[in-house]
T-cell receptor, first 116, second 116 residues
Framework: KAGVTQTPRYLIKTRGQQVTLSCSPI?????VSWYQQTPGQGLQFLFE???????NKGNFPGRFSGRQFSNSRSEMNVSTLELGDSALYLC???????????????FGPGTRLTVT | GESVGLHLPTLSVQEGDNSIINCAYS??????FIWYKQESGKGPQFIID?????DKRQGQRVTVLLNKTVKHLSLQIAATQPGDSAVYFC???????????????FGQGTRLTINP
């Protein structure tokens, strides 16, 4: 069974630009969560999608958005990039069927975003 | 607010010894906990999980202990090997009563170093 895949693996952008990152979950998984990892803040939850609906959201500005497609693949977008957005963006997928039962999340390798 | 923290940022052990990594959490409503291992350049790798109705769970060479009274979680690794060198994160998942969904809250991580 293939794991979670993320594209691209590395990305360099300049301030003010926008970026779109992609995540393909494990086959059969319908929940996709996004996290930002930085040395200073650690792993921070961005949002979670389940069956094409955003089910939960972390404390990030509206410049961070996402969506999920009918095949469970997900994208996240960051508009008007700032230097502080430089980070490793991780996607995790889960089998989760309902909001009241938690299943383990499996992470992809991440996309390393550098904003200059 | 929610917080998950680790008592020690670094831990050095001799190869073959047992390792114990500790974690404190603050959200008494958390009902699910996970330990992840992250090697350099990779996404977090699921190690073991435990639900709040249990106080101990064992895997291959790993044991997770949960003490709900003092809100403490630990990961024990038996017969530590060089391949165990990594950063270990604990994460808690508490039901978000506002949004009705769940999200993982990660600790800052402990770097485990194995001495030959």
């Amino acid at each position: 069974k293939a794991g979670v895949t993320q594209t691209p693996r590395y990305l360099i952008k300049t301030r003010g630009q926008q970026v779109t990152l992609s995540c393909s979950p494990i086959s059969g998984h319908r929940s996709v969560s996004w996290y930002q990892q930085t040395p200073g803040q650690g792993l921070q939850f961005l949002f979670e999608y389940f069956s094409e609906t955003q089910r939960n959201k972390g404390n990030f500005p509206g410049r961070f958005s996402g969506r999920q497609f009918s095949n469970s693949r997900s994208e996240m977008n960051v508009s008007t990039l700032e230097l502080g957005d430089s980070a490793l963006y991780l996607c995790a997928s889960s089998f989760s069927r309902t909001a009241r039962v938690t299943y383990e999340q499996y992470f992809g390798p991440g996309t390393r975003l550098t904003v200059t | 607010g929610e917080s998950v923290g680790l008592h020690l940022p670094t831990l050095s052990v001799q190869e073959g010894d047992n390792s114990i990594i500790n974690c404190a959490y603050s959200n008494s409503a958390s009902d699910y906990f996970i330990w992840y291992k992250q090697e350099s350049g990779k996404g977090p790798q699921f190690i073991i999980d435990i639900r709040s109705n249990m106080d101990k769970r064992q895997g291959q060479r790993v044991t997770v202990l949960l003490n709900k009274t003092v809100k403490h979680l630990s990961l024990q690794i038996a017969a530590t090997q060089p391949g165990d060198s990594a950063v270990y994160f604990c994460a808690e998942n508490g039901l978000d009563t506002i949004q009705g969904a769940q999200k993982l809250v990660f600790g800052q991580g402990t770097r485990l170093t194995i001495n030959p």
